[in-house]
């Protein structure tokens, strides 16, 4: 609870939640990331809610209507739904059957029923008979007094609760093709009569329903078991139902379950199954942005080949292929066209030899795309003097950035192609510093992300980029505008702004600098600073994760065990030497102590793994040189809540099903693989015509 109500503190005061996680453990009882992003969002939660009693509770003074035990109901209700039942009564409404029936004065008829006394019915309605009330029988006026219990059902506060439970607990979501959609719609054939229970149905198949109904493919519905669900209201509405079967006059009785049935049919399911619908929507678009949330972190730390010389090229084979050369860097030094794919390809190879040699190559990156596979084997064919290593690298959203401001501000003189092959060379390099360039959504890694809550998706992949972007750190003299802005506490101009100094000003020397900066004030270097690293400063504190307000203390541990800043930075044994107990404070307490002396030990460590070069199987290269049976390596390209596909490198992605994951029931595909992954998967089926490849991890 403390640590709770420290988070939201800090939070309002503007802190991000990288820096509270990293360096306000203190005070959130060291509470990680997901924790915090977890108290912000209740904290908006919360806020929509009460934003919204605001809203009712000014409609209902305006229309003088408020009274205390409403107002009291209104402030005690945790939830949106709550709130919104207690309301339907005095929702201003289009003019309803029971507003018609009211206006003709059968709303004192409608009571006398609801209180199911013995009298007769046909008596008490023929007395509101009138010309004047403008109804003209006695039937019209029953007619109009069921109208009216049909609303008062309908705004029943326990009876739309009790509804509630029966739709979430049983009720069925079903599909079925429209009629003259059958060949329009083949895609979603698996739907064209399909039922579940929709409690229990995953996230895919509701999204993929949803996608039909909203290309006017498939029909949907989500209602529960109407019998059940009129026994229910039946139960709350009416007394007693032993009594009423024999004392209580019959057509007093019938007609209230004639109202039920009505408010029922044409009120209350259809108010519930809208509801539902949308809650099932926003679980199954929780669950699709959650798994995707997974994949992107997986991929933004994908293991770095780290400051190579790097040649890359961006495959084809009508256009040719674009090469690329850039420095440990990242920079184009060099760009040129081959085209190893006609009759004589000398020519080709010896570009390419000419390149390497030239520019002291170490790796050579190949787009995933077309051509990618029979460019590998073009490249693997030249021999060269020096080991280099040759990557198949994915190239999802290149042909995106490289059309976008940023790569046409880099490079104004240059097409899309050879912005293209840079961006597949740097992703090489460094995923994460390339691949913030993008938007999330076009790289590939998602499921139904374009169906999704847009604005839940954009901020849980913001969340995963930050979180990812400050994790590994920055250095703050080589970074693009596009990574210091992911910084904790930056923002698109200030990022623009360091750019900007270094350009004209040199390089960063020392963290101070950096309150040189256009708008850098000391808030925003509070939440920065241990962030960004100085490759080569003065003060070697500026280049580990440790931050500034700690550098007094980290003086007095090298002080205390009579040593400099730099003897004790890598210096384990002396690091292991020093007891913590005596810096504590009430400020700095063992958690970040402890923070201090990991970074001492290994200052500015890159949490992400070694990178591993990766091969496809060199006798496959098409989907027809697949059997079933024969074991191959893949790179897992994209989990979902069904599976993994995994690319074996024939130019179409192979799926490997849930079921197919491993020797034993697996609940979550996340729980066994990650995006970029590499596996041993077994061919299963192969269906050439559509293109579809199924595999198993099963034994591998």
């Given at each position: 609870k403390a640590g709770v109500s420290a988070v939201s503190q800090l939070l309002d005061q503007g802190c991000t939640i990288p820096f509270i996680a990293r360096y306000r453990k203190e005070?959130?009882?060291?509470?990680?990331e997901v924790a915090i992003a977890g108290i912000r969002d209740q904290m908006e939660q919360l806020s929509t809610l009460n934003d919204r009693k605001k809203a009712v509770i000014k409609s209902l003074k305006e229309r003088d209507l408020l009274n205390t035990t409403l107002l009291a109901a209104i402030q005690n209700a945790g939830l949106l739904t709550e709130l919104e039942d207690i309301y339907e009564k005095y929702r201003p409404k289009k003019i309803t059957l029971a507003q018609i029936a009211k206006d003709k004065g059968l709303e004192p008829l409608a009571d006398l029923i609801l209180k199911q006394k013995d009298q007769d019915l046909f008596l008490e309605a023929k007395k509101y008979v009138?010309?004047?009330?403008?109804?003209e029988t006695v039937e019209e006026a029953i007619s109009g007094a069921k109208d009216v219990i049909a609303g008062i059902i309908n705004e029943d506060v326990d009876t739309r609760a009790s509804i509630r439970k029966l739709f979430v607990h049983t009720a069925l979501i079903q599909s079925k093709v429209k009629k003259g959609k059958e060949d329009e719609g083949i895609k979603f054939k698996d739907y064209f009569d399909w039922s579940e229970i929709a409690c229990k149905a995953p996230s895919h198949r509701i999204l993929a329903m949803?996608?039909?109904?909203?290309?006017?493919v498939l029909l949907i519905h989500v209602l529960p078991d109407q019998e059940k669900a009129l026994q229910i209201i039946e139960k709350l509405i009416i007394k007693d139902q032993s009594r009423s079967a024999h004392v209580i006059d019959s057509s007093i009785t019938s007609t209230i379950q004639s109202a039920i049935k009505e408010s029922y049919k044409r009120l209350l399911s259809k108010s519930i199954e809208k509801e539902y619908i949308n809650e099932l929507k926003a679980k199954a678009d929780e669950t699709a942005i959650h798994v995707f949330a997974e994949n992107l972190n997986s991929l933004l730390l994908s293991s770095p080949l780290g400051q190579k010389r790097i040649l890359a090229i961006d495959p084809g084979f009508r256009t040719g292929c674009k090469v690329v050369c850039l420095d440990a860097q990242g920079s184009l030094v060099h760009h040129d066209v081959i085209f190893p794919f006609q009759s004589n390809d000398t020519k080709a190879k010896k570009i390419i030899l000419n390149l390497v040699k030239k520019y002291g190559t170490e790796a050579i990156a190949i787009g995933n795309g077309t051509a990618g596979r029979e460019t590998e084997v073009f490249i693997k064919t030249i021999g060269f003097d020096s080991a280099i290593h040759i990557v198949m690298v994915d190239e999802s959203g290149a042909s995106i950035y490289s059309a976008s401001k940023s790569a046409r501000d880099e490079f104004p003189d240059h097409d899309i192609t050879v912005r293209g092959a840079v961006s597949i060379g740097r992703r090489l390099m460094d995923p994460l510093s390339e691949l913030v360039k993008l938007d999330p959504k076009s790289i590939g890694v998602g499921q139904y992300q374009h169906d999704v809550d847009q604005k839940l998706l954009k901020n849980s992949l913001d969340d995963v980029v930050i979180s990812c972007?400050?994790?590994?750190?920055?250095?703050?003299?080589?970074?693009?505008?596009?990574?210091?802005?992911r910084v904790s506490g930056f923002n698109k101009t200030i990022a623009?702004?360091?750019?900007?100094?270094?350009n004209e000003k040199g390089l960063f020397k020392s963290r101070k600098d950096f309150l040189k900066v256009a708008r850098l004030g000391p808030k925003a270097f509070k939440q920065a600073a241990g962030f960004l690293r100085i490759h080569g400063a003065k003060n070697p504190l500026d280049r580990s994760g440790i931050h500034p307000e700690s550098y007094k203390l980290v003086e007095k541990m090298a002080k205390d065990v009579r040593l400099d800043i730099k003897g004790l930075m890598h210096n384990t044994p002396q690091i292991e030497k020093i007891d913590l107990s005596q810096y504590l404070s009430e400020s700095v307490g063992m958690p970040t102590l402890k923070d201090i002396v990991k970074e001492l030990k290994n200052p500015g460590r890159d949490p992400r793994?070694?990178?591993?070069?990766?091969?496809?199987?060199?006798?496959?290269?098409?989907?027809?040189?697949?059997?079933?049976?024969?074991?191959?390596p893949g790179i897992v390209t994209n989990v979902t809540a069904f599976g993994a596909f995994v690319d074996i490198g024939v130019h179409r992605d192979g799926l490997v099903h849930i079921s197919h994951m491993a020797d034993y029931f697996v609940k979550d595909p996340n729980k066994i693989v990650m995006v970029r992954q590499a596996v041993m998967v077994t061919i299963l089926e192969i269906d050439v015509k559509r293109e579809r490849i199924s595999l198993s991890m099963k034994g591998n």
């Open positions: 005070k959130t009882g060291s509470l990680d009138s010309a004047q009330n403008r109804v949803f996608r039909g109904q909203n290309q006017s972007v400050n994790q590994v750190g920055v250095e703050a003299n080589t970074a693009s505008s596009e990574l210091l802005c623009e702004n360091m750019v900007k100094f270094r793994k070694e990178f591993q070069a990766f091969s496809f199987d060199e006798k496959i290269h098409g989907i027809k040189d697949l059997v079933p049976g024969m074991k191959v």
